[in-house]
């Protein structure tokens, strides 16, 4: 797609992070902007903001692990706009911990909006750009798509199912010759507010408090934390990537080179039969 000007633009996760960054140069190329957010406040803030700026904006709370959440925004799209032409299935969040930790109820928070969010974002959206035969859509998985460092497991098996299903989609697409277009986002570390995603997490899907972080826990959050602050990629930056890979038909989107050795150690790993390699994701910043 390289003709932006006047089309349409979904973005889920759309009102803080890299999707507010989406909507800012999606809305700089001329597109029609719809965001879907959890979070009322800041959804409101970044619709008064693109439309004092001059875009043309509609803003929704939506709920991505709800489908019928997903559907009323839809319709919403559909009736202020018509058919969308640009997907970006963006929200995510994140709950760390040990595998044999988790309970039931952070697998089904975690899942239910980066995966279902993807599931119901194409429900509802992608017929309508197959039936056009013009469009793009962006997934937002992450380079824990193609790693599997530890702590991280409800988050992991979220974003290496949205590569798959990216992948399996585009070649879906490819082969009956449809003009729809698929990018896979497998961002590294970006200047988000994943790792407080928390704060949004439904009261039905929390946890009774457990036992406070001890010294050593709270020291490495904190590192992490600071790290990210002076070291993370804008979303800004992001943003560029995303609207180059739209509209030159780019599947893989990779915004540093940080983790590739890592990726490329795995899938050596794999070939050779050698078991995994113990790592935690915060190793590859203080090593």
Same mark, same amino acid.
């Given at each position: ?125 992608? %017929? *309508?750009?197959?039936?056009? +035969? &013009? ?5 937002? $998985? ?7 460092? @530890? ?57 009774? %408090? *457990?036992?406070?972080?001890? +010294? &050593? ?5 904190? $590192? ?7 070291? @993370? ?55």
């Amino acid at each position: 797609m390289q003709e932006l000007n006047g089309k349409v633009a979904v973005i889920t996760g759309g009102a803080s992070g890299m999707g507010r960054a989406f909507a800012d140069r999606f809305a700089a190329e001329g597109m029609r902007i719809a965001i879907a957010d959890i979070e009322e406040p800041v959804l409101d803030q970044a619709v008064a903001e693109l439309e004092a700026a001059g875009a043309e904006v509609l803003g929704m709370r939506c709920d991505v692990s709800d489908h019928g959440s997903v559907q009323d925004f839809g319709t919403a799209v559909e009736e202020a706009f018509g058919t969308a032409h640009v997907v970006c299935l963006n929200a995510g969040v994140a709950s760390g911990g040990l595998i044999a930790e988790q309970s039931l109820k952070s697998w089904q928070w975690v899942l239910g909006v980066n995966l279902f969010g993807i599931v119901h974002g194409m429900d509802v959206f992608l %017929p *309508g750009l197959i039936e056009q +035969d &013009e469009g793009h859509v962006v997934m937002t $998985a992450s380079i824990a798509g193609h790693t599997s460092f @530890a702590g991280l497991g409800p988050y992991n098996a979220s974003k290496h199912a949205t590569v798959t299903i990216a992948e399996t989609l585009h070649a879906e697409l490819r082969e009956v010759g449809s003009q729809v277009g698929v990018s896979c986002l497998c961002p590294g570390f970006v200047a988000t507010n994943i790792f407080s995603a928390v704060r949004n997490r439904p009261e039905s899907l929390q946890d009774a %408090p *457990g036992d406070p972080l001890d +010294d &050593e826990e709270q020291l490495g959050r904190e $590192a992490l934390l600071e790290w990210m602050a002076a070291n @993370a990629l804008q979303p800004a930056a992001v943003a560029d990537m995303v609207h180059d890979a739209v509209t030159s038909d780019t599947f893989w989107i990779f915004t540093d080179e940080d983790h590739l050795i890592q990726i490329a150690e795995r899938h050596e790993r794999i070939r050779t039969r050698q078991d995994p390699n113990a790592r935690r994701i915060s190793d590859d910043l203080f090593d």
